[in-house]
């Protein structure tokens, strides 16, 4: 029927037409779907899955008639994150259990009725996983059966020993065979005779299905069915509750509200909690370090350990609870807390516990199997101050609360976060399981059984698996190639520790309980005995002890420096001292005093040493100025030092008149000095004690300025003592002085040859910058001893590396030391040196601006070249390295705890920053009277007592060997105009700045830049600034600064390269900047370049077209067509000519850019 008015009869019946057409083509697909799968389905068919995002061509994707599946539905959130981490790495058989037991004389075949039994009767046992979906789902087959396979083994092994462990291996061996997640069901059951009486029996499951509870319900299960087998009853109910209740219950949940909770929950904590990290660093000492880490790669993907209180001490604990009104639970979650917090010196922490997740609102969700837990974070701050009693009453508080929201997927809360990956690495899972009579074999016609384990794995680092029974006992649960056993145990005595204190006066604050024990204590005694009485004349100050040595030879050779002509000036230690002794005494003349201090701005030369020692002569302390800073930044210093007296050189002198303007300081040349009328007047010893600064020392300061930090003679000699007796310097050694002069190294390169006796060889004011000229200095002196940064030493041998065929190394022979310090030594470059400089000894040392030069040794061996890290190791004479926790306990061995330093090596402090002062060097403890400066710097104990380098508990960073303090940066940025807020954050070795302007329109990168270079060194300015709307902030409102954008280097690409110069030039930039494109017209460094990067360019391009570009070529002309010019002109000018003789890298301005 239809309007004739309104349609033609054709245009009806071409629509009849078609659908009768469509008709019979969805009738003939149904037939042919039948035809060949049995049965069809949609997903309407499924209410759960089509919820959860099932599509028709997912559910056309399943292998199976349709007629065989009982329902479909999407996975819980644990479902979920085992399903990743089982597809993540199938091999390690994550998730895959055992259930393992010796069994007596049993009845197999009702044993296998037994299992068989269950699987009709549970859901969970007949389900399968699409794990490979958009949208993982969960099938639930009609039928399923349990494989049960039987082995002999009787006679195999000859005794238990043997086949325990054959046993061992097959099992083994059966967890990594998994499981085809797709057929159900997801275990199986193994009878292994063993003897005439005896069987194993193994039951394999995927975690997949069930939780704990379920398993142990379930087995009881099997083992009340072998008592009795169950009688078929077709007119039994059908169960009230299935697992799909569960799923549909979850669904329902308020996901705003989950959200809400958690990120409040989350605000608390700062950063993750991971016990596993650097672990192969904390194996022991570099050589077990080693070990462990070539073992890693053969260690099994699970190990156990247990651990058990006696019943006594269980009792105890359970007393505890019950008068702090807690469960043993929560003071067995307050303990590791506690314990994690005192091991990774973090404020808050974080770790997983397993919640039962049986929702109330489900009846009967008791008897019903699945995986119902989940893993949640427990996130805590156990603050010293607080008692034990209110802060546990406070956490069963919180997991009480929790358990409101203790299904939001872990992924999710791990995602709000922020924080780039998980939250923690262990878990705590309570164990409180379902025990009948026939689990406990009381029947007599029970399955006989003994030795019963259960063997789990999880992805989790360590796994705590609590048993409070009689006795609490504890099976940890490690992953071996993340994690040792020894750092295991010393996890555990640390968490004993912290029961033992919570419970042994619930009232004292929680920073009085120490995870230390006595044997931790013994070790840091033995480490810390660096007690030596010096001889006088070694306690001497500095210029006294060059004044004994040039006495004593006073022809011998103490300053050498190349000229501009190639030819070498030498100046004796005769010499020296009485150009010296004419400083200090119109140094005195001037007005300069004991402890007064005298700035120095001068170039690498014989005048800057002339002057040092002069300053030191006439009491004073110097401050060494780099001239290369900017004159803002040398107002500064010499605004806050106050020096009644700056000596300079001609070529600074009317900067520095400029930066005095408005101080009442007195500026002298070197030269107007010696030519003063008191320098001719006798030589007068002025009086210095131990206590008397030697030298100032300016570095990065986190409110905006710098500080200046003053270390003192009895410091300063206390090192050059120790040092001359750890790597004795003869006579006849050359030392290199190639650092800045405002640079701390500076101090180490110019004092310890000077006090013995032993030669100083000055590289040329640009030399530093350059690995070829370093090379030519090093071979002229006959360098014997050499002191590098890292990234420096890097860049120096990787220079020996590109130029081995013209003999680089080999130029190099007359070294034998080389000292290393600043910022961390890696392995790779400790096996680096010990290839190309054999015959070299490496040394790696550590100590900050706020002590003598040195504080802790450490002489490298082939084993550091494979170790995970490179110690910072033994504290020198005289001073004591302490590795406390956050309470300020010792910190048991491999915990990790901020470095406290102690003894003879102390700076005095802070120049006019009497607070901040304070603030770093405070009351020893342990010794009145006596100090300790907090270094901020986070570091563990080894097993031979040696230290390792983990990072910083702040912002401040070392790049390049400089120390930056990032607040400095950001706090110039914040005082700029139009600037709100600034974050500086360090990104591929380089500085990047984010700010956010009150007018984005107003944001010009290059004339902020400018304005830095106009205030700080070159190398604390960053490569790029970024213009953003908003800082991103975490949960609790800090910045995020994993959530900065990575800034663009990349070239526009309207001024693609031109000609084949600059093409591979491009190409040499791409790989050095790891930038996808360069313009002709891009600057170096305006695509992130700094000093290192450029030397490594430069190499290249000298490598590639066999020339000897100088020092200063990718520094003056910058940009990729200018350079590309400039290596043209060189070609035309030097063709032909071998560059494996005259090549000339670039180090750039390595320790001032």
């Not at 006989?448 to 409070?468: K, P, S, Y």
């Not at 990790?896 to 005095?908: D, M």
């Not at 920053?913 to 710097?937: M, N």
């Amino acid at each position: 029927m239809y309007g004739a008015t309104q349609f033609e009869r054709a245009t009806i019946e071409a629509l009849a037409a078609q659908f009768d057409a469509a008709l019979r083509e969805l009738a003939a697909a149904c037939a042919a779907r039948v035809a060949e799968r049995g049965a069809g389905a949609t997903p309407g068919d499924y209410p759960l899955a089509q919820a959860a995002g099932l599509t028709q061509a997912a559910l056309d994707r399943l292998p199976f008639d349709a007629r065989a599946i009982d329902d479909i539905y999407p996975l819980s959130p644990m479902q979920q994150g085992i399903l990743f981490h089982t597809l993540l790495a199938p091999e390690r058989a994550t998730y895959v259990n055992q259930l393992v037991a010796t069994l007596v004389e049993p009845d197999v075949e009702r044993l296998r009725a037994a299992f068989d039994a269950a699987v009709p009767r549970h859901d969970i046992l007949r389900t399968g996983f699409a794990a490979h979906e958009a949208k993982p789902m969960q099938i639930v087959h009609r039928q399923a059966r349990m494989p049960v396979e039987l082995i002999d083994w009787r006679g195999a092994h000859p005794d238990a020993a043997s086949l325990d462990a054959a046993l061992d291996t097959w099992l083994a061996g059966d967890r990594a065979r998994g499981f085809d997640l797709a057929a159900p069901p997801l275990m199986r059951v193994t009878l292994i005779r063993t003897g005439e009486v005896e069987w194993r029996l193994v039951w394999t499951r995927h975690h997949l299905l069930l939780d704990g509870w379920s398993t142990a319900s379930l087995f009881a299960q099997v083992l009340r069915d072998y008592i009795e087998p169950p009688r078929a009853n077709p007119f039994a109910a059908p169960a009230r509750e299935r697992y799909r209740d569960f799923i549909a219950w979850l669904a329902r949940r308020d996901a705003d509200a989950d959200r809400a909770f958690w990120l409040e929950r989350l605000a608390r904590l700062d950063e993750p909690t991971r016990v596993a990290e650097r672990e192969s660093a904390a194996a022991g000492d570099a050589g077990q370090a080693a070990q462990a880490a070539q073992a890693a790669h053969a260690a099994p993907s699970r190990a156990n350990w247990r651990a058990a209180w006696s019943a006594a001490d269980t009792a105890r604990v359970a007393d505890a609870a019950r008068r702090l009104q807690v469960t043993v639970n929560t003071i067995v979650q307050g303990a590791w807390a506690l314990a994690l917090q005192r091991v990774t010196h973090r404020t808050a922490v974080a770790f997983g516990a397993t919640v039962a997740g049986r929702p109330h609102a489900l009846p009967d969700a008791d008897k019903v199997l699945g995986l119902y837990i989940n893993t949640v974070p427990v996130i805590t701050a156990p603050s010293p101050q607080l008692a034990a009693r209110g802060w546990l009453a406070g956490l069963q508080r919180d997991n009480a609360a929790a358990l409101e929201h203790a299904h939001t997927p872990l992924y999710e809360i791990q995602q709000w976060a922020g924080m780039g990956g998980a939250l923690f690495d262990t878990l705590i899972v309570f164990e409180n399981y379902p025990v009948d009579e026939a689990w406990q074999g009381r029947d007599p016609r029970a399955l006989q059984m003994r030795a019963l384990r259960n063997i789990e794995a999880t992805d989790f680092a360590v796994t705590l698996g609590i048993e409070a029974g009689d006795t609490l006992s504890i099976d940890y649960g490690y992953d071996p190639q993340r994690i040792s056993g020894a750092r295991v145990r010393a996890l555990h005595r640390a968490f004993a520790a912290c029961i033992d204190g919570l419970i042994a006066d619930p009232d004292a604050p929680l920073g009085t309980i120490s995870c230390a024990q006595a044997d931790d204590l013994a070790l840091i005694a033995r480490c810390n005995a660096t007690g030596v009485s010096w001889p006088d004349a070694r306690r001497a100050p500095l210029h006294e002890q060059f004044e004994a040595a040039a006495r004593a030879r006073p022809d011998a050779v103490a300053l050498e420096m190349a000229g501009g002509d190639g030819a070498i000036r030498r100046l004796t230690y005769a010499e020296l001292d009485e150009q010296s002794g004419r400083v200090a005494a119109a140094l005195r003349a001037s007005g300069v005093r004991p402890d007064s201090i005298v700035a120095l701005c001068a170039e690498r030369s014989f005048d800057m040493l002339i002057a040092l020692l002069g300053a030191l002569k006439a009491g004073a302390a110097y401050l060494p100025i780099d001239p290369d800073y900017p004159d803002e930044r040398i107002a500064y210093l010499l605004g806050d030092a106050k020096p009644p007296v700056v000596i300079t050189q001609a070529q600074w002198r009317s900067r520095i008149d400029t930066a005095c303007a408005d101080s009442e300081a007195a500026v002298f040349t070197l030269d107007a000095l010696l030519a003063h009328p008191a320098a001719g007047l006798p030589p007068r010893r002025a009086d210095v004690s131990p206590d008397q600064l030697a030298y100032l020392l300016y570095t990065s300061g986190s409110t905006g300025q710098p500080k200046g930090a003053g270390n003192t003679h009895g410091a300063l000699a206390n090192w050059i003592a120790w040092t001359q007796d750890a790597s004795p310097l003869a006579c006849d050694d050359v030392v290199l002085h190639k650092a800045p002069f405002g640079f701390d190294v500076s101090v180490w390169e110019s004092v310890w040859p000077l006090a013995v006796g032993a030669t100083l060889a000055i590289a040329a004011p640009a030399d530093h910058r350059d690995p070829a000229r370093l090379v030519d200095a090093i071979h002229a002196h006959r360098v014997t001893t050499l002191h590098f940064v890292p990234s420096m030493l890097a860049a120096f041998v990787a220079y020996l590396d590109d130029f081995a065929a013209a003999g680089a190394a080999a130029r190099c022979a007359s070294v034998k030391t080389i000292f290393a310090g600043g910022e961390a030594l890696a392995p790779e470059l400790v096996a680096r040196v010990t290839a190309r400089l054999p015959h070299v000894r490496l040394h790696n040392s550590y100590g900050p601006t706020e002590s003598a030069i040195g504080v802790s040794h450490w002489t490298c061996t082939d084993d550091d070249a494979r170790a995970g890290s490179v110690p910072i190791g033994h504290p020198i004479a005289n001073v004591q390295l302490h590795v406390l926790d956050a309470a300020l306990h010792p910190a048991p061995l491999g915990a990790t705890g901020e470095l406290y330093l102690g003894g003879a090596g102390l700076a005095r402090g802070y120049l006019g920053r009497a607070a901040l002062t304070a603030d770093r060097f405070v009351p020893d403890p342990q010794h009145a009277g006596a100090r300790l400066y907090r270094t901020g710097d986070l570091v563990r104990r080894l097993a031979d007592g040696a230290l390792d380098y983990l990072g910083r508990i702040d912002t401040q960073v070392k790049l390049r060997g400089q120390r930056i303090e990032l607040g400095e940066i950001e706090a110039r940025l914040r005082a700029a105009a139009q600037v709100r807020d600034a974050v500086v954050i360090v990104r591929d070795e380089r500085l990047i700045g984010y700010v956010v302007c009150a007018v984005p329109a107003a944001f010009d990168e290059a004339a902020l830049l400018e304005q830095l270079r106009a205030q700080l060194p070159a190398y604390m300015v960053p490569a790029r600034l970024v213009a953003l709307d908003a800082l991103p902030v975490t949960p609790n409102g800090k910045c995020d600064r994993r959530a900065l954008p990575e800034p663009v280097f990349d070239a526009r690409p309207a001024d693609v390269p031109r000609t084949d110069t600059e093409r591979a030039l491009a190409a040499i930039w791409q790989r050095v900047l790891r930038v996808r494109e360069i313009g002709r017209d891009d600057d170096f460094f305006a695509l992130g370049g700094h000093s290192l990067l450029a030397a490594q360019a430069n190499a290249q391009a000298n490598l590639q077209w066999a020339l000897t570009l100088p020092l200063r070529t990718i520094f003056d002309e910058r940009t990729l067509a200018r350079c590309a010019a400039a290596i043209d002109r060189a070609r035309d000018a030097n063709h032909g000519r071998d560059a494996a003789s005259a090549i000339d890298a670039l180090l750039g301005e390595l320790e001032t850019q």
